[in-house]
Structure formats: C-alpha cells, structure tokens
C-alpha cells in the first residue's frame, strides 16, 4: 500500500523548534517530489516547502522562509521539515504530500499531489 | 499570486441530488494545473480530479471536473451518503508552488 506517515508534532513554546519526519512506504520514494502543505481552520490548506526527487531543488513559502528547512534521506525513505523560531501562525495540521507532474496527451504539463499523509499536529504557545 | 475562490460556502443537499461546486480564480489558470480534493473530518484531502477533468484513480464516474480559464466546476451527478465532506480546489503556480481554494461543505439538508 502506498503511504506517507507524518510524525514529530506537539506543543512547543514560541520562538521554538521542531522537527517533522514523513515516512514512505509501497513506492520508490527516491523517485518522487514532496511537498509539506499545513491546515488551520482559520487560513485553510497552505503549501508549505517542495523537495525534489534528489533533493537538490527546495522551495519554500515567504511565510516560513529563512525558518523552516525541509530536507529528505532517500536512502531511508524519509523526509523532513525542520521548523525553527516557530510562531504562533505557525500551528497548524502539518501533511507531506506526493507530487504528480509530466506531459499529457495534449503535451500540456501537469501537476498535483496525489497521496496524502495523516497530518501531524503543531502547536505553539506559551 | 492567484487567489482561488469557491461557492457557496456551504451547500445543503439530499442524498440522489446533484451538486455543483464553483472554484474561480482571479486570474487565468492553465486547465493542466488544477486539481480538486475532498476531505473528510479528522483526514486528509484525497484527490478526486487533476487536470481540471481527470478523474484520479478509484474515483467514481458520478464526480466530474470541467472549466477553463477563471471558471472550473466539480459536479456530483447523484450525491451519496459518504460525499458529503469538504471540497477543496488548488491550483500549481510559480510562487506560492500551490494555492488552494477555502472550501465549500457540502452537508446532508
């Protein structure tokens, strides 16, 4: 069965860290994109960070630049987001996601995420 | 950024019924890059259409994706007891890499 398992939430105070764990299984982890996209209730789903299949290219949100670092071990079909200076915006159900993209018939290039993890939760307060 | 807004807010049905949902965007999106999820309390979204009209594997025909431009629709041909969820619309874009719609909920009437 392909899936994703986040871990690695709870309560950290503001101005705190926090590292995410994502685990793959039933798929070559290696060869897809991932990304980390958070849920609130308030702001709803927003995309997070995006890594490359070998890592080599990461994306990130203006919200979370300069804090937040995702990185991957392909070799032990894990993915991460390491989130520092954590804020209070910052709680939020986080979920890794798989990334889809390529050519259709009609050579037009798409992309979405097709296999979802759980979520793990973050909370930051004092 | 493109900002993608979807109606109504909530949408009361009946089990048999049809339901259409509106996702616009504030400026045009390439068909290819839009995608619709449905998300269920205490789950994760699942997708449902990619594409704006390909339906993802397992989904069943009664879901359907059409639109172009600004203007995409998700339709449910005859609603069943287990659709009624969260429908979310998400677009690719250059920065931020996704954006999404805030939802419509759809609830039994």
């Known amino acids: 069965e392909v899936q994703l398992v986040e871990s690695g939430g709870g309560l950290v105070q503001p101005g705190g860290s926090l590292r995410l764990s994502c685990a793959a299984s039933?798929?070559?982890?290696?060869?897809?994109?991932i990304n980390w996209v958070r849920q609130t209730p308030g702001k709803g789903l927003e995309w997070v960070s995006y890594?490359?299949?070998?890592?080599?290219?990461?994306y990130y949100a203006d919200s979370v630049k300069g804090r937040f670092t995702i990185s991957r071990d392909n070799a032990k079909n894990s993915l991460y987001l390491q989130m520092n200076s954590l804020r209070a915006e910052d709680t939020a159900v986080y979920y890794c996601a798989r990334e889809r993209n390529g050519y259709n018939q009609d050579y037009s290039y798409y992309y979405y995420m097709d296999v979802w993890g759980k979520g793990t939760t973050v909370t930051v307060s004092s | 950024e493109i900002v993608l807004t979807q109606s109504p807010g909530t949408l009361s049905l009946s089990p048999g019924e049809r339901a259409t949902l509106s996702c616009r965007a504030s400026q045009s999106v390439s068909s290819s890059y839009l995608a619709w999820y449905q998300q269920k309390p205490g789950q994760a979204p699942r997708l449902l259409i990619y594409?704006?009209?390909s339906r993802a594997t397992g989904i069943p025909d009664r879901f359907s994706g059409s639109g172009s431009g600004t203007d995409f629709t998700l339709t449910i041909s005859r609603l069943e007891p287990e659709d009624f969820a969260v429908y979310f619309c998400?677009?690719?874009?250059?920065?931020?890499?996704?954006?999404f719609g805030q939802g419509t909920k759809l609830e039994i009437k």
């Open positions: 039933g798929f070559t982890f290696s060869s897809y994109e």
């Open positions: 890594i490359s299949s070998s890592g080599g290219t990461r």
């Open positions: 998400q677009q690719y874009g250059s920065s931020p890499r996704y954006s």
């Open positions: 594409g704006a009209s």
